[in-house]
C-alpha cells in the first residue's frame, strides 16, 4: 500500500504550516505530514517553508533575523489569526495520533544550512520520544550527512529534483550519493521521477523511493499504482480517496473469481 504524505500539511486545503491545518490534515487520516522547519535567531525551531516571511505571512525579512517570540506575533496569511508556530505546537498536534512527522530542515536565505539546527532538532525528537515516528528530510547531503554522524538510527529522506541532481552531476550520480547514506528514503519531484523510474527503482527498490508533489486525479491515480513508498500530495483527501477505490477495485476482483 502505498502511503500518503500530507505536504505542508495539505497546502492546497487549509493554510501551509499552520496548526489547524496539521489538525485538519491530521484528521483525514493521513499515514505521514511533511513540514518545514527554520531556526529563529535565538536558536528556537520554527515551522515555515520559505527562509522570508512574506509569502506565506504578514511580516517581511528572514525568518532567521526574528526571534522565536517575535514570530509568534507575526501572523500568517488566511490563517485565521494564527502565526508562526513553533516545532513544538506542531508535534503537540500529532502527540496522540499515529502519523509518521517528515520534518524537513531548510536553509537560509543564503542557501546555507543552519549552524547547529541538525542537534537541537535530534534533541528535541529525543526529548518527546518520537525518534521512530520521525523521518528528518532535506535536499542538502551535506545535512543528511551530518545527521547520520549525530544519530545513527534516526530516519532519513533525501528530497530531489532536477536542479538539486544537476547540482550533483545528475540523477545516476545523486542517486548515489543518497543511496551511501544508510537506511535513507529518497523522494523525487514526479516530472524527474517519471523519467528515470527505472533507475530510481533499481538503486532504491520500491521500499526506499517516493514522489512529490502529485496533485491531480488522474496523476495521484497512476502513481498510487507504482511500486513506490510513498506520494507526497497537497490533496491528501484525494489520494486517500483514490487508494481505497483501488483497495475496494482490487478486492472485488479477488473475491469475483
Not at 524537513?104 to 515516528?133: D, H, M, S
Not at 496523476?219 to 480517496?241: F, G, H, N, S, V
Request: aromatic content about 4%; some cysteine.
Amino acid at each position: 500500500m502505498v502511503l500518503v504524505v500530507g505536504h505542508r500539511g495539505a497546502r492546497n486545503l487549509w493554510p501551509e504550516n499552520s496548526l489547524d491545518g496539521f489538525r485538519c490534515t491530521r484528521d483525514l487520516g493521513v499515514d505521514a505530514v511533511e513540514l518545514d522547519v527554520h531556526m529563529a535567531r535565538d536558536g528556537g525551531l520554527v515551522v515555515i517553508h520559505d527562509p522570508t516571511l512574506e509569502r506565506t505571512t504578514e511580516g517581511s525579512g528572514p525568518v532567521a533575523d526574528r526571534t522565536t517570540a517575535e514570530l509568534a506575533a507575526i501572523r500568517l496569511r488566511e490563517g485565521n489569526g494564527e502565526s508562526v508556530p513553533t516545532l513544538d505546537a506542531v508535534l503537540d498536534v500529532f502527540a496522540d495520533a499515529p502519523v509518521e512527522l517528515h520534518i524537513e530542515i531548510k536553509t537560509n536565505v543564503l542557501g546555507c544550512p543552519y549552524a547547529g539546527l541538525e542537534a537541537r532538532l535530534l534533541e528535541q525528537i529525543r526529548r518527546r520520544g518520537l525518534g521512530e515516528r520521525v523521518v528528518l528530510t532535506c535536499f542538502v547531503p551535506e545535512v543528511l550527512e551530518t545527521v547520520r554522524r549525530l544519530d545513527a538510527r534516526q530516519r532519513l529522506l533525501a528530497s530531489l529534483d532536477r536542479r538539486s541532481a544537476e547540482m550533483m552531476d545528475g540523477l545516476a550520480s545523486a542517486l548515489e550519493r543518497f543511496v551511501a547514506i544508510d537506511g535513507c528514503l529518497v523522494a523525487v519531484e514526479k516530472g524527474l521521477l517519471a523519467a528515470g523510474f527505472d533507475l530510481c527503482l533499481q538503486r532504491l527498490g520500491s521500499d526506499r523511493l517516493g514522489v512529490w508533489v502529485v496533485n491531480e486525479p488522474d496523476e495521484i491515480a497512476t502513481w498510487t499504482k507504482k511500486p513506490i513508498r510513498q506520494i507526497t500530495t497537497d490533496r491528501p483527501d484525494l489520494a486517500l480517496r483514490q487508494r481505497h477505490v483501488a483497495h475496494r477495485t482490487r478486492a472485488d476482483r479477488f473475491y469475483g473469481e
